[in-house]
């Protein structure tokens, strides 16, 4: 429920509100607005206490959201959320650009993608230091050197960065190396990670899960925001199909589904989406047309020796070309990149 506050409500009135929904069994969730302040009522058991709530002074209107997600909901939260990373921000008219290596493999190699990411306008810089492989003979990452290359990198060139972590395991230490968490694909419904990393109040960006439908998506990033993070990015990365001719399906019409549903900003990722690099371009500027508030993409100097998934990253020129294709039609739907 949702207890809707008369216009400049005195705080002694809210202050009584969230004192009889807490007698009542539930958590009070103010959110004060310009004019008027909605507190949520949040909890797992059956609503009640409705007409008790709308006789208090200074009430109203008592709402029941008809969603199983409460505060990711447009019915709690009707403005898009804007997320700040440092002095950058994701959501509202700005399109994103996310992009860097998929593995961190060295302070050169970092280095020369961060330049080349810089140069060309984009936003915040990406690196995975902890993988997860789908093989245990892959290569699995630098770890910590690598948290600590992409932190120097990310300072050398001012871009806040973004970084996976994996494992509650290695929560704190690449939260003490990055700007912004990325909760991957195989996380999603690691629902332990979700509520320690939100605990971290750190930017989440928290990744659909390859099998997930849009609905249980929502509901990942309802663990982060229960937390009191409020500051969570939803990515679009492709889900798992039939098909054969790309690595997963990008679904495109999850974008204005998310947008529709929830006030969180939506991002794209046609890198794991495609699985090759020529389809990058497209995917990304389809996503983009259809409403993502940014970009994810994989650049490496040389892909044709990354250690991982080297078939789908862009060289820095691509990625330039990249970038200018994505200002046209960010101006065409009424967004801008710079």
Same mark, same amino acid.
């Given at each position: 429920?949702?207890?809707?506050?008369?216009i400049?409500?005195?705080?002694?009135?809210?202050?009584?509100?969230?004192?009889?929904?807490?007698?009542?069994?539930?958590?009070?969730?103010?959110?004060?607005?310009?004019? $008027?302040?909605?507190?949520?009522?949040?909890?797992?058991?059956?609503?009640?206490?409705?007409?008790?709530l709308?006789?208090?002074?200074?009430?109203?209107?008592?709402?029941?959201?008809?969603?199983?997600?409460?505060?990711?909901?447009?019915?709690?939260?009707?403005?898009?959320?804007?997320?700040?990373?440092?002095?950058?921000?994701?959501?509202?008219?700005?399109v994103?650009?996310?992009?860097?290596?998929?593995?961190?493999?060295?302070?050169?190699?970092?280095?020369?993608?961060?330049?080349?990411?810089?140069?060309?306008?984009?936003?915040?810089? !990406?690196?995975?230091?902890?993988?997860?492989?789908?093989?245990?003979?892959?290569?699995?990452g630098?770890?910590?050197?690598?948290?600590?290359?992409?932190?120097?990198?990310?300072?050398?060139?001012?871009?806040?960065?973004?970084?996976?972590?994996?494992?509650?395991?290695?929560?704190?230490?690449?939260?003490?190396?990055?700007?912004?968490?990325?909760?991957?694909? $195989?996380?999603?419904?690691?629902f332990? =990670?979700?509520?320690?990393?939100? $605990?971290?109040?750190?930017?989440? =960006?928290?990744? !659909?899960?390859?099998?997930?439908?849009?609905?249980?998506?929502?509901?990942?990033?309802?663990?982060?925001?229960?937390?009191?993070?409020?500051?969570?990015? =939803?990515?679009? !990365?492709?889900?798992?199909?039939?098909?054969?001719?790309t690595?997963?399906?990008?679904?495109?019409?999850?974008?204005?589904?998310f947008? $529709?549903?929830?006030?969180?900003?939506?991002?794209?990722?046609?890198?794991?989406?495609?699985g090759?690099?020529?389809?990058?371009?497209?995917?990304?500027?389809?996503?983009?047309?259809?409403?993502?508030?940014?970009?994810?993409?994989?650049?490496?100097?040389?892909?044709a020796?990354?250690?991982?998934?080297?078939?789908?990253?862009?060289?820095?020129?691509?990625?330039?070309?990249?970038?200018d !294709?994505?200002?046209?039609?960010?101006?065409?739907?009424?967004?801008?990149?710079?």
């Amino acid at each position: 429920m949702i207890v809707i506050m008369k216009i400049n409500a005195s705080q002694k009135a809210i202050d009584r509100v969230q004192r009889e929904i807490e007698k009542l069994g539930y958590v009070p969730r103010p959110a004060p607005g310009e004019t $008027r302040t909605l507190v949520g009522v949040m909890g797992a058991k059956p609503l009640r206490g409705k007409q008790h709530l709308q006789a208090l002074p200074e009430v109203s209107d008592v709402l029941e959201i008809s969603t199983p997600y409460k505060l990711a909901s447009r019915e709690w939260h009707p403005q898009d959320t804007i997320v700040k990373v440092g002095s950058t921000s994701i959501g509202g008219n700005q399109v994103a650009v996310i992009a860097g290596p998929c593995s961190i493999e060295s302070y050169d190699q970092t280095k020369e993608v961060g330049l080349a990411v810089k140069a060309a306008g984009g936003h915040f810089l !990406r690196g995975g230091a902890f993988k997860p492989r789908t093989s245990p003979y892959s290569f699995q990452g630098l770890g910590v050197e690598g948290l600590k290359i992409i932190k120097q990198v990310g300072t050398e060139v001012d871009l806040p960065t973004v970084v996976e972590v994996t494992d509650t395991e290695v929560l704190e230490v690449t939260a003490e190396y990055t700007d912004m968490l990325q909760i991957g694909t $195989r996380n999603m419904q690691n629902f332990t =990670l979700l509520k320690a990393a939100a $605990r971290t109040q750190k930017p989440i =960006l928290l990744k !659909r899960g390859m099998s997930a439908t849009v609905k249980e998506t929502i509901l990942a990033a309802e663990y982060i925001l229960n937390e009191g993070n409020e500051d969570v990015v =939803l990515c679009e !990365r492709g889900i798992r199909t039939f098909v054969d001719h790309t690595r997963n399906t990008l679904d495109v019409s999850a974008i204005p589904a998310f947008n $529709r549903l929830t006030h969180l900003p939506v991002i794209v990722d046609p890198s794991h989406a495609a699985g090759k690099r020529h389809k990058v371009l497209p995917l990304a500027l389809a996503g983009v047309a259809a409403g993502a508030h940014g970009v994810m993409v994989e650049v490496h100097p040389n892909p044709a020796m990354a250690l991982s998934d080297g078939p789908q990253q862009l060289v820095p020129a691509d990625f330039q070309e990249l970038i200018d !294709r994505i200002r046209l039609v960010a101006k065409a739907v009424g967004k801008n990149l710079d």
